[in-house]
């Protein structure tokens, strides 16, 4: 048994592990980026960092997650680096038991490299989310220079801002 953040996207509950998760955020206002993928909202501003924003549900399922009073983005570590989840809503923080379900879903071929474990919450069975595969090593590079390239640019007008006053 572990401690995890729960949460639901496209009406499917889902779990990230504790130690994973640096921050629950509220906002829907992200920088926008061209040419990224449709599941890239866009990047946010966070302790002088730009971090890439995904909707979890666009992601998996191919439909936006609606913006409600209770969506939210998690601060999750991601690939040595840290990512938004856009999400529905926050669950909360929660100890889960495990369960023998992956075996089942392997044998049938069914099992995604990003579900790390399935996860019981009273009768109700939770994803536990490994962000490290969430995407494809093309999609991963794709979102890490689209966010780098704004992070660039951004210093450069800032250089450019301290030369111009000086």
């Known amino acids: 048994m572990g401690q995890y953040v729960v949460f639901k996207s496209h009406k499917q509950v889902f779990a990230l592990p504790v130690e994973m998760v640096k921050r ?7 920088i926008s980026l061209p040419e990224v993928p449709d599941y890239v909202l866009g990047v946010y501003e966070y302790q002088e960092q730009m971090l890439p924003i995904v909707d979890l549900s666009k992601r998996l399922y191919g439909e936006l997650s609606p913006a409600t009073l209770d969506s939210k983005v998690i601060l999750a570590h991601w690939s040595e680096r840290t990512m ?10 929660m100890s889960l038991t495990e369960t023998d379900y992956e075996k089942d879903l392997d044998r049938s071929s069914l099992k995604r490299p990003y579900i790390s474990q399935f996860l019981k919450m009273g009768d109700e069975v939770v994803i536990e989310l490994n962000l490290d595969y969430l995407f494809n090593s093309s999609q991963e590079e794709e979102i890490i220079s689209s966010v780098d390239s704004i992070t660039e640019n951004s210093e450069k007008e800032e250089n450019t801002d301290d030369a111009a006053e000086h």
């Open 24 to 30: 629950v955020i509220e906002t829907e206002k992200f």
């Open 84 to 93: 938004g989840i856009f999400v529905e809503e926050i669950v909360g923080i």
